[in-house]
């Protein structure tokens, strides 16, 4: 069935250092989303992108999405203590779009 | 506009005791899913409706039933609980998008912490 990976599992970063965190499909992706859960809260969503070699950005954040639509990449520029959390890609096949899978997450947190 | 409502927001069960996870939206989406969070896990679908009267398995559907008889609602049932669906369970809503066909973001509600003893 679609796997969704994503890596690294946590990332540790002093405050102003940049952060990026990347999410692997075994199967082309219709589209995909991604998320941010602060802890003991639910996910809220960032952005989508469905379009192969998409960027999208906001503000300090970079969104990405790979030519083959079975990658994609989230880089956060000069973090801040604001963006502790744990960021998830979430991803739908070509076959059923409906069907979201979400990566396992990568917690940030950043040292001030 | 209270988005997306989970009730009860904590349970504890003991083990073969059954329960009902209710779900409800009152942003009109056709589409609503049920997910459970374990920790290092991230998030996996159990079930999910994509319309009135239509339901459909997803990674995780063993020891869990759905139902959607409204639009609005989307109920998680677990006839006899077991240790292993101690978890944190998650609603969400959506909706179609087109141009091109696709679904929109995923609107979550706040979760349900269950503990089977």
């Known amino acids: 069935g679609q796997q969704v990976m994503q890596i690294p599992q946590y990332q540790h970063v002093q405050e102003g250092e940049d952060f990026t965190t990347y999410c692997n499909s075994s199967?082309?992706?219709?589209?995909i989303q991604w998320y941010k859960q602060r802890p003991g809260g639910h996910p809220v969503f960032l952005i989508q992108l469905v379009k192969s070699g998409e960027v999208k950005k906001q503000k300090r954040l970079t969104f990405q999405f790979g030519e083959a639509k079975k990658n994609s990449s989230l880089h956060i520029t000069a973090t801040q203590t604001t963006d502790v959390g744990t960021y998830f890609c979430?991803?739908?096949?070509?076959?059923?779009?409906?069907?979201?899978?979400f990566g396992s997450g990568t917690k940030l947190n950043v040292k001030p | 506009n209270a988005g997306v409502t989970q009730t009860p927001k904590f349970r504890v069960l003991k083990t073969g005791q059954s329960m009902t996870l209710l779900c409800a939206q009152d942003m009109n989406h056709e589409y609503m899913y049920w997910y459970r969070q374990d920790p290092g896990m991230g998030l996996r679908l159990i079930h999910y409706s994509v319309g009135e009267g239509t339901t459909a398995k997803g990674e995780v559907p063993d020891g869990y039933n759905v139902s959607r008889l409204k639009k609005q609602n989307f109920l998680l049932g677990l006839e006899s609980a077991a240790p292993s669906q101690t978890s944190v369970y998650f609603c969400a809503s959506s909706y179609p998008r087109s141009d091109p066909p696709n679904t929109g973001e995923l609107f979550f509600g706040e979760g349900s912490r269950l503990t089977v003893l």
């Open positions: 979430a991803g739908s096949s070509v076959y059923n779009f409906n069907k979201f899978y």
């Open positions: 199967t082309t992706l219709s589209n």
